[in-house]
Structure formats: C-alpha cells, structure tokens
C-alpha cells in the first residue's frame, strides 16, 4: 500500500525570536503529518505551541529549516503567495471563535468564499449544506452572537471547512467550553477525521490531546511523539491530583471549623 501524501513536512524547522534576547522557542524539528491524519500537540503554557502553530499556519516563517505544506517549499513563496496559499489549504479555528456577531451563522461561513470567485448563490448552497454537515442547518439565519459557545465553534469550524481545506488547524478548540458542550465539539472533530480530513489540535489539555491518533508533546520548544493512551494516564492523574487537593484544602478547612468550635466551647466554659 502506498503512504499517504504528506501534508506539512517540518525538515529541521524552528523558530528563535530575535529578542534581546533571542528566544529559541521551538528548537529544529523533524515532523511529517499525512493526509487523513488526526494529530495533536500538547504542551503547557509557553512551551511554544503558539509559535508551532504560527510557523505550520503560515503566520508567522520559520527561522531556520525547510517547510513543505502539500509539498509546496513554502520559503520560496512571497507575502501574496503565501497568504494565497493559506486561504486555500488551511482551515483555521480558534479558542476564541473570531465570528461576527451581527452576522448570521450563513453569512460568517460565506465570508471564507469571498476570494473564491464563486457566484453569491453557490456561496449560499456551500454555506448552508456546511453548516449542515456541523448539525446547524436550522441556526442557519441566527446572528452568530446569539447563538450558544458550542454552537458557535461548530459555525467557526464550518467556515474553516467550507472551502475544503488540506488541513484544520485549531488552537485550544474548547479552550472556552464548559465539559459537556466541549465533548460535543470533540466528537465533531472525530467525525471530521473519520470523513477524511487532516487535522491538527494544539492543546494544553491532556484530555483533548488523547484523542487524536497520533500525539505530540512539546516541551521547553522540543517536539517529542508520544503514544496518545500514555496522555489519558496523564489526564486521570491530573484529575486525581485536582481531586487530591480538593480533599486537602477540605480536610484544612474542617480542621480550622473543629479548631474554632472547640476555642468557642473553652471560651463559653470560661464565661460560664
Ligand atoms: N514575539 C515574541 N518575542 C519573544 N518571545 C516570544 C514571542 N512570542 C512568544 N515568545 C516566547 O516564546 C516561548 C513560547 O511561547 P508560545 O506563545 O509559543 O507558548 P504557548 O505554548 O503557546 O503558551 P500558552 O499556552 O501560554 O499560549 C515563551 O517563552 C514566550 O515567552
Ligand atoms: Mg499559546
């Protein structure tokens, strides 16, 4: 059987911020994501995710090595191309889902199509039957600041689908989600990867991360894969450990309870 073609190919790339001083925020990196896959990258705060992302995004160049999306030598691409090349291949979404709320969930999802050249009914047709795919073909008219969170990244992640990206790339997708409606946004996801679509999640949760089929850890701007079971362990335990000072700062508090009752009682015998 044949490999599936890569998507991104990462051949040494990093990406120092020139400071004073300089920040090596992702060191020199070997990745190849292929199409169909569902890949996660998780890390906590500042281990350079964003940064990651940026570079795999095209927002931001790397500063050493070579990046290949859809085997295209993005280094050869000038400001024009690449912003081109990132409006047809890559789907963005975001924690924060960038809608415009006066809008209507039909009218953020055309908006991806303004630079497609397709006439304003075929943007319509495209639109809807994408915001069908995400399950909200009825919320189809509502302004999008009226809808729900959920609802609203299920309209953001329509409109980084409906000009059929290589890749979706999302940032903390639930990041603003309570548990249930972020469960619902994760199953989406899962279902995208089972139609065919690359996807990419960058996370700081070990929960979300343990989902896709292949996981990437990212520490101290070293990217490290790691087998995606070994990050649900990882999540249990941190549930455990939030459980464990939960029960701790309980345990204090009915100390200090028992502590003042029993200085109340001493006082009120002594009063007596
Ligand atoms: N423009 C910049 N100039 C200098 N340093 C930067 C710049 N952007 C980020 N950094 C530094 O690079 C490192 C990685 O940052 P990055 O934003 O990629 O982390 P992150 O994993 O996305 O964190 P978070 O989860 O908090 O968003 C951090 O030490 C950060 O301070
Ligand atoms: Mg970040």
């Keep these: 059987m044949s490999a599936r073609a890569p998507v991104i190919e990462f051949a040494g790339v990093g990406r120092t911020y020139p400071g004073p001083p300089p920040v090596p925020a992702l060191r020199p990196a070997d990745l190849v994501i292929r ?24 927002l931001d160049r790397p500063s050493e090595g070579v990046y290949r999306l859809d085997g295209i030598d993005t280094a050869t691409l000038n400001e024009r191309d690449r912003t081109a090349l990132r409006g047809r291949r890559i789907g963005f979404v975001f924690q924060s889902f960038h809608l415009l709320p006066h809008r209507s969930s039909m009218e953020n999802v055309m908006l991806s199509l303004l ?9 319509r047709a495209r ?51 309570d548990t249930t409606t972020a469960r619902t946004v994760l199953a989406l996801i899962d279902e995208l990867h089972a139609d065919g679509f690359t996807v990419l999640v960058v996370t700081h949760d070990p929960g979300v991360a343990s989902r896709g089929e292949r996981a990437v850890v990212i520490r101290d701007g070293v990217l490290r894969e790691t087998d995606p079971a070994s990050l649900t362990a990882e999540a249990v ?34 009063v007596r």
């Design 35 to 58: 199409r169909g896959e569902y890949v996660t990258v998780v890390g906590p705060s500042g281990s350079g995710k964003s940064t990651f992302l940026n570079v795999a995004g095209l």
């Design 115 to 123: 630079y497609t050249g397709a006439k304003r009914k075929e943007r």
């Design 127 to 177: 639109a809807l039957e994408t915001l069908e795919r995400v399950g909200l073909g009825h919320r189809a008219h509502a302004p999008a600041g009226r809808l729900s969170g959920g609802e609203r990244q299920r309209v953001a992640i329509a409109r980084a689908l409906v000009n059929r990206p290589s890749l979706l790339l999302c940032d903390e997708p639930t990041g603003n989600l």
């Design 237 to 270: 335990q941190a549930v455990q450990d939030a459980q464990a000072v939960q029960v701790a700062q309980a345990v204090q508090v009915a100390q200090t309870v028992h502590e003042e009752q029993t200085v109340h009682q001493a006082q009120s015998r002594c």
